[in-house]
């Protein structure tokens, strides 16, 4: 009678027996997740690698952009250099052929002096000129261009007396410059190739 209450004892003690899931219900459950996890990964690689690009490609750009803003910055910098250069090279010319015309001006005669000042305050009036070209090319000229030509035209003028001059020597006679003078020196700036043929002369082929 005693091993039969233990043995009813044990078994009321003894918890219900819970049958625990086999290993083919669990590798079919973690299958599917492993397989999900693992299509998810390359999706996710190719978003990083995305957003990777996406970043470089401003970097990029800045970079190109920081290069040609410093090219650009440089070769403005060497055009400044070298306009710099050119405007001390001209300054410094233009200061030695000053010193040279003072030197120069210093050791003339006062007759050579006065020659001087008359040439330079000599000029061509401006209207003459400014209707001579009009009347020529026919249509309205600058002021710049009607300068331009009145200087052009008093340096024409100053190597015909300069030639004069020589003949006048050369013929053994002293000025005043007479018009057999400028006629002269004027067939020699012509012969020499100086002075333009103005005369039209038609070419025949025959």
Not at 40 to 51: H, N, R, T
Not at 127 to 143: D, E, M, N, P, Y
Not at 162 to 176: N, R
Request: charged content about 35%; glycine content about 4%; some cysteine.
């Amino acid at each position: 009678m005693a091993e039969v209450g233990e043995s009813s004892r044990e078994d009321a003690v003894l918890p219900p027996v819970v049958s625990s899931p086999s290993s083919t219900e669990e590798s079919s459950v973690v299958a599917p997740v492993v397989v999900e996890e693992q299509e998810k990964e390359p999706e996710l690689k190719e978003e990083v690698q995305a957003i990777e690009i996406k970043n470089n490609e401003p970097s990029e750009l800045i970079l190109g952009e920081m290069e040609e803003s410093t090219s650009q910055s440089c070769a403005a910098k060497k055009i400044k250099i070298e306009i710099k250069e050119k405007k001390e090279k001209k300054h410094k010319v233009d200061e030695d052929e000053i010193q040279k015309m003072q030197i120069l001006v210093s050791s003339f005669s006062e007759e050579q002096l006065n020659r001087y000042e008359m040439y330079r305050r000599s000029a061509f009036p401006k209207a003459a000129i400014k209707r001579l070209i009009q009347s020529i090319t026919g249509t309205s000229v600058s002021q710049n261009v009607v300068i331009a030509m009145s200087g052009i035209a008093k340096v024409f003028v100053g190597e015909v007396v300069e030639e004069a001059l020589d003949v006048c020597e050369k013929w053994g006679e002293l000025p005043p410059l007479q018009p057999k003078h400028m006629r002269e020196a004027v067939r020699r700036l012509k012969s020499r190739g100086q002075i333009p043929n103005s005369k039209y002369k038609k070419i025949l082929f025959h």
